[in-house]
């Protein structure tokens, strides 16, 4: 092993432990809330097998963004994608088996539902940690250049996610959507863009996308926060029917639901833009 | 979503950072959670496809019968044999004697996980090793 192959180790266990420090305070919120205990058993195990598929491309493409490591290729980005997956279950396993939420008497389908399920916020902590606790973040963001809207787009669909992720196994979300009328919804629906607006128009005069200075509010409002408000949304109701949280409720109150989640999803996704 | 454009339109490696393939303790890395994914995807998609359309099936098991200052606590073990999860699952256990009900005792279970074990108690005031222990099973939500 020459002394270049061994520091370029070093840097990447390096690397694994911000990797860790990153999961873990990305999922925390997530490992200590009982719901989600709950949700590894009793979610069907197809939507959570049909999750875990489609979130292993988004956390490919994450890394693409952001980079576990400084990575170039297609090739890269997977192995960083499944380093990060090794990470969030490895440190979600870990903090479960610590606060006693994971027994001897549970069943391997128990263990592996509210593992594998905390692993999906934990895994984009590991990624994100790159660049919220490391210093790659000049390069991530010079990184972005080239299909800048879709880019763009994308991060957005990773903070409403996030955060859509964070809130959608709790019982409010149901709770709430009982509680307000069609008039409360829509005042809410009003009331996220209106807060996701503040987070574009942010952006367009944080320096980052130029571009956004000489662009018209109208448009910016069009392109960006009307479509990330719409992600939010089908990531909020996609999150909330694999939870099996719109089973069996009707249509209004499974669009109030949606709408409910669609608020912090929404202001993930503008947010995310600011802070990725 | 936006990732099937970003290969077609990378940005090119930066002057100086040469292009080298993984270290060998990111190959370990990657490889465990290419395991722990397809492992844990193997095990649900298991689940799913035999545990389609399941009920629960509870069992009781005697853990250990315990006398307590106020009478006696018969700590039991429910354990469930079909993958379904039944959730607020009620059991009553009572104590006979001959053809008659003398004790009754009430246990709610949160959740009881398909496959899984949970574990909790009867109090009773007269000793349960004189009469005979019966359980039978209230009701149960699907959660």
Redesign the interface.
Known sequence: MTSH?RR??I???RG?ARAFAGAIIFALPLLMTMEMW?LG??M???R??LF??LF???L??LS?HIGF??T???R?D??????????G??SAGLILLVLGVLDS??????I??K??LQ?VPASIGALLAQTQLGEQKAEGA??R???RY??E??IM?VGALFLAFNLAPTEEMLALAFRMTQGHALLLVALSLALMHAFVYGVAFHGRPRAHGETPAWSLFLRFTIVGYAIALLLGAYILWSFGRLDGVSLLVAVKAVTVVGFPAGIGAAAARLIL | ???T?????????QAG?P??A??????V??????L??L???G???Y??WT?QSALPRPQVQVVTIEQQPAGWLVAV?VHNRA?A?A?ALRLTGRLRQGSEVVEESKLELQ?L???????GGFFFLRDPRLHRLEWSFESYEQ?
Do not use: K
């Open positions: 192959t370029r180790n840097d990447f266990l694994l709950f058993f009793s069907d195990a197809w959570l097998a875990l598929v292993f491309p988004v490919v493409a693409w490591e400084d170039f290729s297609w890269d997977v192995v960083d994608a499944l380093v990060a997956y090794a990470v279950f490895c008497t549970d069943s391997p389908r128990e592996v539902g593992v594998s692993a010079a990184r250049q080239g299909p879709a880019s787009l994308f669909g | 979503m936006a990732d454009h970003h290969d077609q339109q990378r940005v090119p490696p950072s292009e080298a993984p270290p060998f303790w990111e190959w890395a990657a490889g465990v959670g290419l722990l994914v492992a844990s995807i095990v649900l998609a689940h799913a545990g073990r993958p999860t959730a959740y996980p398909g496959g899984s074990s949970r574990e959660p």
